[in-house]
Nanobody
């Protein structure tokens, strides 16, 4: 069965950095796009980044462009999200998700499995 396990969240000061990881299993990781979506307290889900199956194409929400970098290691079945210059508004639970095809996307309908999430809290 598909399993997505996020890690790397935590408490960080404004301006700090984190790298989130998502270990994938139960499917052929290298042929599917992957993405990251977050949910801030009291708010809806926001897709922040997507990456194509081969890793050559990435897409980002305007709110995170220039600060977030998505990447993947298909040999390790692992997805990453490097988050720099953290702001308080980045506080959220971050989920990784498996795409239904190979194309990078920020569309909910193009993802079929999500992990359990990892909490990122930005506070002084």
């Amino acid at each position: 069965q598909v399993q997505l396990v996020e890690s790397g969240g935590g408490l960080v000061q404004p301006g700090g950095s984190l790298r989130l990881s998502c270990a994938a299993s139960g499917f052929t990781f290298s042929i599917y796009a992957m993405g990251w979506v977050r949910q801030a307290p009291g708010k809806g889900f926001e897709w922040v980044s997507g990456i194509s199956s081969g890793g050559s194409i990435t897409t980002y929400a305007d709110s995170v462009k220039g600060r977030f970098t998505i990447s993947r290691d298909n040999a390790k079945n692992t997805l990453y999200l490097q988050i720099n210059s953290l702001k308080s508004e980045d506080t959220a639970v971050y989920y990784c998700a498996k795409g239904v095809g190979p194309r990078a996307t920020l569309t909910t309908a193009q993802y079929d499995y999500w992990g359990q999430g990892t909490q990122v809290t930005v506070s002084a």
